[in-house]
């Protein structure tokens, strides 16, 4: 072949691969604009469940290590917790940067209803797969650097993007984790920084979206730390309790205060308006709401007190409160807008010198722990023995529980008391050595006379047990169980005996 039909053919073979690498490259093209790729950091178009993702820069879902890529049923994500304002710390290039508060986010998944998927009800068997958690945190660009992503989860950033793949989640389960973390920069401007938007998506359940409000500044909530103590107070006698809380950081709380009081011991009366009580009576718990802003440096107490009446049966009893930012109360510690209100005028708030009062260090701008009062009521403890009988043949070993004495006031300041077991004749203890004990079950014992009462100690969540052995019939043999407690506690020890029977059996 010449020179010249051999430059032609290279020229030829040139163009057919090229227009190979060019088909191949529109190949590839059209499948990424229709299902996406399944390479890291690159995929577009749809997930694996038809949900429309990010472009270039977001990761692809991979399997949770700790779930799995099953699924079943129709299924609803709810976020029980996630922040709705984030307060961003701001300091000076010369100060240290101070800590951030977490990003807490709780997750949870259940079957759908049954009347929208027909197939479930609410607590169904199965499971939200192909789970995805996708935070879009430009609101810290310039302001904070995002350090950390919480890799247990699956969660992974690219830039101000943080995607977390949480696999399946099974019905009455869910994920509780911080997805990052943020360091503030110094000198941001004071104010509304932007919005942090989380995006949850599911192969089975509608999608769940959340706006966080981003505010260069903090706030620093506190409490009076006070704690009142009351005694003699009568069964029934009310209590009075004033909260007070303050702000000493450097910016105003936005959106009001909530004041949650719980009581132990008591029960709160349904005074105020603007409180609503888990309970419309003997209600052990309140949520306090008063509109806002709480501005940098100023403190406040009620204007009236909230009220609780001893229980009629209470020896001992709290009343304590915590302060919150209405806007992200705790949700183990909020009650539902639907909880019944109180019946009188609002209770409203005056100012107060808040030098003193002091806050949460672990969370100084998410709430206050303040004080309360505790009380000791007048009534008293009245212990009651409780018999037993002993069932078996004769010449058999047989155990049986002790039951604990009713009322309180035969245990010492640890919790550690001991019945006293006097065995009806013809029965015999066996005693249990420590060693041969099965688990934590205490066993009864000798007491300090040989020839006295058999020590059995209490209480126990197992229950204390008797070892005996009935060496002979002794018809209408019989004996007894006592406790002991202080007279001054327990004023009638009549009935801190009790008798102990034996059953014969064939």
Request: hydrophobic share 35%; charged share 20%.
């Amino acid at each position: 072949m010449g020179d010249a039909a051999w430059t032609r053919g290279k020229r030829w073979y040139a163009l057919l691969a090229c227009a190979a690498v060019l088909v191949a490259a529109v190949v590839v093209a059209v499948a990424s604009a229709r299902g996406g790729t399944d390479r890291a950091g690159g995929r577009t178009g749809a997930d694996r469940g038809g949900h429309p993702t990010a472009g270039t820069g977001r990761t692809a879902w991979t399997p949770d290590p700790h779930g799995g890529d099953t699924y079943s049923g129709q299924g609803v994500l709810r976020l029980r917790s996630a922040p709705n304002i984030y307060y961003l710390p701001r300091y000076s290039s010369f100060q240290q940067a101070p800590s951030a508060p977490e990003f807490h986010v709780v997750l949870t998944a259940s079957s759908a209803p049954s009347g929208d998927s027909g197939k479930q009800g609410a607590t169904g068997k199965g499971a939200v797969g192909r789970v995805e958690a996708a935070f879009d945190l430009t609101a810290f660009q310039g302001r904070a650097e995002i350090t950390s992503v919480q890799k247990g989860y699956g969660c992974v950033r690219s830039g101000y993007h943080v995607n977390c793949a949480l696999g399946s989640l099974k019905f009455g389960e869910g994920a509780d984790f911080t997805p990052f973390s943020v360091r503030p920069k110094p000198g941001t401007a004071a104010g509304p920084a932007g919005t942090v938007t989380m995006t949850v998506r599911g192969a089975n359940a509608p999608t769940v979206r959340h706006t966080t409000r981003v505010i260069s500044g903090s706030p620093r909530l506190t409490a009076r730390p006070d704690l009142d103590k009351l005694t003699e107070v009568p069964p029934g006698g009310r209590m009075r309790l004033t909260p007070a809380f303050g702000n000493k950081g450097d910016t105003a709380v936005e959106g009001g205060i909530s004041v949650v009081v719980s009581a132990n011991g008591a029960g709160l009366l349904p005074r105020y308006a603007n409180c609503r009580y888990d309970k419309a009576t003997g209600a052990t718990k309140a949520q306090c709401d008063f509109p806002g802003p709480l501005p940098a440096g100023a403190a406040y107490e009620t204007d009236g007190p909230l009220t609780a009446v001893a229980d009629r049966s209470a020896k001992t009893g709290t009343v304590t409160y915590t302060v919150w930012r209405t806007a992200d109360v705790g949700y183990l510690a909020a009650l539902p807008a639907s909880a019944p209100h109180g019946s009188g005028a609002p209770l409203r708030l005056r100012s107060v010198d808040g030098s003193a009062f002091t806050g949460d260090g672990a969370e100084p701008g998410e709430r206050a722990v303040g004080g309360g009062l505790s009380f000791e009521t007048t009534g008293k403890n009245d212990v009651e023995a409780v018999g037993f009988t002993i069932r078996g043949r004769v010449g058999q070993v047989v155990e049986v529980t002790v039951p604990y004495p009713r009322g309180d006031g035969w245990t010492d300041s640890f919790g550690r008391g001991t019945m006293w077991v006097t065995l009806p004749a013809g029965v015999s203890l066996i005693e249990v050595p420590p060693q041969d004990h099965e688990s934590d079950i205490p066993y009864c014992h000798r007491g300090p006379r040989t020839d006295g009462p058999v020590a059995c100690p209490g209480p126990a969540a197992s229950g204390t047990v008797l070892r005996v052995r009935l060496d002979r019939r002794v018809d209408g043999a019989h004996g007894s169980v006592s406790v002991r407690s202080d007279a001054s506690a327990d004023p009638d020890r009549r009935n801190n005996t009790a008798p102990v029977t034996v059953q014969y059996l064939p």
